[in-house]
């Protein structure tokens, strides 16, 4: 729960303790990294002021009020839909008894290991006029193509099914947490009071749950909002696919900008309202005494409807796309070992591990630098650096790409008039570069898993070290390190995962000639070869399941009073 909700919130009892004091050589480093990790917002405020092609009020009386309805339309349902199945499935998982509950508990985050995009290409060759469904219809009936009805998946039906189906885990991993959290107190007393177990839903553990739900709504809009891949395949125009166009197509990197701070604008709007919704609202439990949550048996229709209920997202968003990659793959699919295929899985993984042991390392010196320096420039430091999960990564590409190319450029002029010599592109699309925006792109994930875990450092351990002689440096490595390598370790798995699934800011930045498998699987969905595209996907989804596994059951694990063994 701390990763996700994180993102959002911020510990409001250190922030109160933080003094305002101007920072140590150590602290200003930790500063001029968040600086660094802000440069895409700074790139594309820096851009707006820049003369571009004359595209903008072309783009604004054509195609800008289509992409703000798609996305308002793609968030008010994606948000119904993941708020139904994200609070229904993790209260039943919680609070009530049924057959199979104990594998929904941790199998219901399995989405999350599957990027929507691999979906949209599995329901689409499934379902699509060629696929076995339709040939079997048309055979079984005698029927030819239009003279029966069967629903377009690529449309914007379908894509709002497809985000439901794979990004209501965020709803049900924070509000499974905050259920589980709830005093059993609490809620026995509503019971004595005569309320149902439905009305004790409603009326108690719902409005305790409400921050978390709303935490986890918003990054699923989040996520919408910063998908390509999918809308893209749909064919459904939103910022991210005109960003892209604008960028690729048009070669206007001002409009894209300006494109991007419109985009903007929606995802801090997702902020102002989570926060807003919360205000000065406390929803602490005010006693100490948890016990293991008493579990209510359902009988009858009940206990196979909340199988069914429990059963279908996961199924929509898990295993029947994993059945159809399996089987695309296992009949016309590529060879893994072949040498192309080698190349690439060569390429995302060492992205993925660079990005990975990157990110646990300036994680971990961002959030030792905030507790050792206490002051409100360290702790702001740390949240300008985790700012980047909000930003969709076809506008962190922007942003990252605008000032690198005008620093390779400038480079260029004084090596050309000094030394008569042309160094050409330095950082523009080299990995590198790429990295970066990995790194702005998941920083929040990484340094808030590890604030956590630091958090579980006693003082009293940081000044035995420090008496007995160590600086700070020599503290972090040798005695929080040690103690944390399991916080640090998951924070590596979470953002290895993240930069493999990564698609819309590797197709923008990578260097030339380097493909990754997410890569590989949206060129061979672009040519219609959706059969092909599963060998990619597959392997992507493969990577992302262990790491959701372990961290579903520690969060199990968490809750104060647990007497879980699993």
């Known amino acids: 729960m701390n990763t996700l909700q994180s993102v959002f919130s911020s510990n409001a009892t250190s922030a109160k303790k933080i003094k305002i004091s101007f920072p140590t050589v150590f602290g200003l480093f930790a500063i001029l990294i968040a600086l660094v990790l802000s440069v895409p917002v700074l790139g594309i405020v820096w851009s707006l002021f820049q003369e571009g092609q004359g595209n903008w009020p072309h783009l604004v009386d054509t195609v800008l009020p289509r992409y703000i309805r798609n996305s308002l339309i793609l968030m008010v349902g994606v948000g119904i839909g993941v708020t139904l199945f994200g609070v229904g499935t993790a209260w039943l998982v919680v609070m009530c008894r049924f057959p199979g509950k104990r594998i929904f508990e941790w199998a219901l985050i399995l989405p999350l290991a599957v990027p929507a995009y691999v979906v949209a290409y599995a329901y689409t060759d499934i379902l699509q006029s060629s696929g076995p469904i339709q040939v079997f219809i048309r055979n079984a009936f005698d029927v030819r193509f239009g003279e029966y009805w069967f629903p377009n998946v690529r449309s914007m039906e379908g894509a709002i099914i497809v985000f439901t189906a794979t990004l209501y885990p965020y709803v049900y991993l924070l509000t499974r947490a905050s259920f589980l959290e709830q005093s059993v107190c609490v809620l026995e007393v509503s019971r004595t009071l005569g309320r149902t177990p439905t009305g004790a839903f409603r009326s108690v553990a719902l409005p305790l749950a409400r921050p978390a739900i709303i935490v986890g709504v918003s990054l ?3 996520e919408t909002l910063a998908d390509f891949g999918t809308v893209f395949h749909f064919g459904i125009q939103t910022f991210t696919t005109g960003i892209y166009r604008t960028w690729a197509s048009m070669g206007d990197h001002v409009a894209a900008a300006q494109l991007s701070a419109v985009l903007f604008t929606f995802v801090f709007a997702l902020i102002l309202a989570e926060r807003f919704s919360r205000r000065q609202s406390k929803y602490h439990q005010t006693t100490g005494k948890y016990q293991q949550i008493k579990e209510f048996h359902l009988t ?9 209920f429990c059963a279908l997202p996961l199924t929509l968003g898990f295993a029947a796309p994993l059945v159809m990659l399996l089987y695309m793959h296992f ?25 990975a042991a990157l990110a646990v390392l300036v994680s971990l010196y961002l959030a030792y630098a905030a507790r050792v320096e206490k002051s409100r420039f360290a702790f702001a430091a740390n949240r300008i650096a985790g700012m980047g999960y909000a930003i969709p990564g076809t506008m962190i590409a922007v942003g990252i790409l605008l000032p690198v190319a005008a620093f390779d450029n400038a480079l260029n002029r004084f090596f050309q008039e000094t030394f008569d010599i042309k160094l050409g592109l330095v950082l523009t699309g080299s990995v590198s570069a790429l990295v970066l925006a990995y790194l702005v792109r998941f920083m929040a994930v990484s340094l808030n898993t590890v604030e956590s875990s630091l958090a579980k450092v006693t003082p009293s351990m940081e000044g035995a070290s420090r008496t007995l002689g160590h600086g700070k440096i020599s503290t972090a490595t040798r005695v929080h390190a040690p103690i944390m390598a399991g916080g640090l370790l998951t924070a590596g798995l979470i953002v290895f995962v993240d930069v493999m699934k990564e698609l819309p800011a590797t197709l923008i930045m990578r260097p030339f000639n380097f493909d990754t498998l997410a890569i590989q699987a949206y060129n061979l969905a672009q040519d219609e070869r959706l059969t092909q595209a599963a060998t990619p996907s597959l392997v992507i989804v493969a990577v992302g399941i262990l790491p959701l596994i372990v961290l579903s059951r520690a969060i199990m694990r968490s809750r104060p009073g647990s007497t879980s063994k699993e």
């Open 220 to 222: 699923a809009l989040m």
């Open 300 to 308: 009858g229709w009940k206990r196979y409807g909340a199988v069914l």
């Open 331 to 355: 009949t016309a699919g590529h060879d893994l070992l072949n040498p192309r295929y080698i190349d690439m899985i060569q390429n995302s993984v060492f992205l993925a591990a660079v990005t």
